[in-house]
């Protein structure tokens, strides 16, 4: 596993928490900008999720198992999306509350993910 992109994902998310966590607390729903972020993360999770792919292809194993780390990528990039879906039934603060709690769930997958590989 990418030790830089599992990084990155964790840090854009939580980028993704601080800036939805903001729009919360001066009481605003979801923006279009939001929405900009939460498709960076998305394909930046995708982007994981086929270069996971890849390397159990090439034959390489995670210390835990195959089926957990897919499990986990699929979790994974599933995350944000459907906060995104959530936000955008709840057009208040809370809609970006859920977002932002949905961001931080995301860097907590990329810490396990970092464990069933290995690291």
């Known amino acids: 596993m990418l030790v830089a992109l599992t990084v990155t994902v964790s840090v854009t998310a939580l980028l993704l928490a601080a800036w939805c966590g903001f ?6 729903p ?12 998305t394909v930046l999770a995708l982007v ?3 270069v996971g792919i890849v390397q159990l292809a090439r034959g390489e194993d995670p210390d835990q198992g195959s089926v ?11 995350t944000v999306p ?4 959530l936000s955008l039934s709840e057009r208040t603060r809370w ?13 907590v997958l990329e810490v396990r993910l970092y464990d069933i590989w290995g690291g």
């Open 82 to 85: 459907a906060a995104a879906l």
């Open 48 to 50: 994981q999720l086929i």
């Open 30 to 41: 979801t923006k279009d900008w939001h929405f900009i972020g939460m498709a960076v993360v």
């Open 95 to 107: 809609g970006s509350v859920t977002v932002s709690a949905g961001a931080v769930v995301l860097a």
């Open 68 to 78: 957990i780390f897919v499990s986990y990528l699929i979790g994974a990039l599933a």
């Open 23 to 28: 729009a919360a607390y001066r009481d605003q």
